[in-house]
């Protein structure tokens, strides 16, 4: 099918790149979140395709070279993103704000795992205790609540900050 | 140089093939690269000629739409909202690109509240009427099996499909037409191993038994054929009077609906042949792929060299595709599969719109997405009518 060719074949190419399934995730995230907020200039849908394309090479290109050392210098098997630039990046004021409000929006359950984890880092089990979850419903809700965040921050801040913004 | 040097390293990346060494270097040239424009070149000819051999999985993919809707659940700061038509229009087909993807995994949504209560709708499924020579009528679903006999043919019907046995030498072969309702879709077997899937309002007449020196049968609506081969007896599809598709072999698809002005033969494989006798005698000889748009009104039959073959085939895979269609023509695949009427009491919104989504859906999912994609609507006649009302 039509959609489900055009995410395929993004995921496709940000997987080859970057050897990472999460990053493959987060940059399909960041192109159809674009997609979404340049639908206000976007006049002829007919040439989606084109569009698309065009739209993920900039991305995708941007986004390999701003975390070059990151993809091309680690042992290729090493799927995790650090958070250092994020966290840095999200500690200053502008974006903490955003961040806070992200984190108030999240579904209660979403925001407390998101807030024991990332706040108070906790491993996954320790906070699937403290809440009487399972650690798979921890790491599901974690998964989800980082990428909101991660949407909710892009749409606010923008396509430039987003490259460096590896928050999951 | 070091451009040439990027590209080479490129594609070994791609195929895998990277020493450590190499792929240290890869990572420093582009991490140093002034100008992107070399590595965006890369990056669209991959996205043009890949191999797609990853997916993303489901699970990803429902967190990327969730966190998606997540975050424009309210309006972001920095984007303005003035909003002309063309906009809206373009809004609502780009959404759809996105969203169709979330609909297509979640066929069944659970946990979403709807505004406004609607009367719902199931989508359309097996079901048929066969009109038998005599004028008999059995009504045909996908509950039971059953065997009948019609003349010296014998029909087996076997969940939502028909195959027809011809005994020998029946020198009186008989007409049968399998007539599939709004919301219907069927499958038949015709005596010489040819088979025909008929979409939602639409019609074949056949004989119980080829046993002239062609194969002749007729359509209306929607049909794919995946014809027996037979080269002694050519196959024949008469769309009307003057318009017909001589087959040497082969898989098509005919969309020739009466509501529609245009009359499709989009070949998949093999040969077909396309006469058109209204105004002057016209024939095309299509290749895989290509696809001939008749036009009975302007009296004129156009070839279409590439035709995107999964846009045409999505109602084969149980999907309805909106790529670059209007929402008139949405609508019609929606008011043929849901057995709705459709009225545009004003002017017909000119919305182009992509992507697409499953067929498998009852009707609220169908219009919650047009309703997300501000298309105003209203539903009366306890779920029967659909009146778009912007």
Request: with cysteine; charged share 25%; net charge neutral.
């Amino acid at each position: 099918m039509v959609f489900r060719y055009y995410r395929d074949k993004v995921f496709n190419i940000a997987y080859k790149l970057t050897g990472s399934r999460e990053m493959a995730d987060d940059i399909v995230q960041d192109i159809f979140l674009q997609v979404w907020l340049k639908r206000s200039i976007m006049a002829d849908v007919q040439h989606f395709k084109a569009y698309l394309f065009t739209l993920s090479r900039n991305y995708i290109a941007r986004y390999i070279k701003r975390n070059a050392r990151l993809i091309f210098t680690q042992a290729s098997e090493n799927d995790g993103v650090p958070e250092e630039a994020a966290d840095r990046l999200l500690q200053e004021k502008e974006y903490a704000g955003i961040l806070q409000q992200a984190i108030a929006r999240l579904p209660a359950q979403q925001a407390e795992v998101y807030r024991l984890s990332k706040q108070e880092g906790l491993k996954r089990e320790e906070v699937a205790g403290i809440m009487g979850i399972s650690p798979e419903t921890v790491k599901a809700h974690l998964a989800l609540a980082m990428r909101s965040i991660r949407a909710y921050c892009m749409m606010r801040l923008g396509i430039p900050v987003l490259v460096y913004l590896l928050i999951s | 140089m070091n451009e040439t040097r990027l590209s080479y390293l490129f594609k070994k990346l791609l195929d895998q093939s990277l020493s450590p060494a190499e792929k240290e270097e890869l990572g420093m040239l582009i991490e140093q690269q002034r100008d992107d424009a070399p590595l965006e070149e890369l990056i669209q000819q991959a996205l043009e000629d890949a191999p797609v051999e990853h997916r993303m999985d489901d699970q990803a993919t429902r967190q990327v739409l969730d966190a998606i809707r997540f975050a424009d659940s309210e309006p972001a700061l920095h984007v303005s909202h003035r909003r002309s038509w063309l906009r809206t229009a373009a809004a609502a087909a780009v959404f759809i690109a996105v969203a169709a993807t979330a609909y297509y995994y979640w066929p069944v949504r659970s946990g979403r509240t709807p505004v406004v209560k609607v009367e719902d709708v199931q989508p359309g499924g097996n079901k048929a009427l066969l009109t038998l020579a005599d004028g008999r009528v059995v009504a045909l679903d996908s509950s039971s099996t059953q065997t009948m006999q019609q003349g010296a043919a014998s029909i087996h019907k076997q969940g939502g499909q028909l195959v027809y046995t011809a005994a020998r030498n029946s020198n009186q072969p008989e007409f049968n037409t399998l007539r599939t309702p709004r919301g219907g879709q069927f499958k038949v077997q015709l005596p010489d191993g040819t088979n025909v899937w008929l979409n939602a309002a639409s019609s074949l007449r056949y004989p119980t038994d080829f046993n002239g020196t062609e194969r002749l049968v007729q359509v209306s609506g929607e049909a794919f054929f995946e014809v027996a081969k037979d080269a002694a007896r050519p196959f024949r599809v008469a769309v009307s009077k003057h318009h017909s598709i001589i087959v040497l072999g082969t898989r098509f698809n005919v969309k020739a609906y009466n509501d529609d002005a245009i009359a499709k033969t989009t070949l998949l494989d093999g040969a077909v042949k396309v006469t058109f006798s209204m105004g002057k005698v016209q024939e095309v000889q299509l290749q895989p792929g290509q696809q001939a748009q008749v036009s009975a009104a302007d009296e004129t039959m156009q070839l279409v060299k590439q035709v995107n073959l999964d846009q045409e085939m999505a109602w084969r895979s149980d999907a309805f595709s909106f790529e670059g269609q209007t929402l008139e023509e949405i609508m019609k695949q929606i008011s043929r599969w849901y057995d709705i009427d459709v009225v545009f009491p004003g002017k017909v919104p000119d919305i182009s719109f992509g992507g697409g989504m499953s067929r498998e859906v009852n009707l609220k999912e169908v219009l919650d997405f047009l309703r997300d994609s501000r298309v105003h609507y209203k539903l009366e006649s306890n779920g029967k009518k659909l009146i778009i009302t912007q």
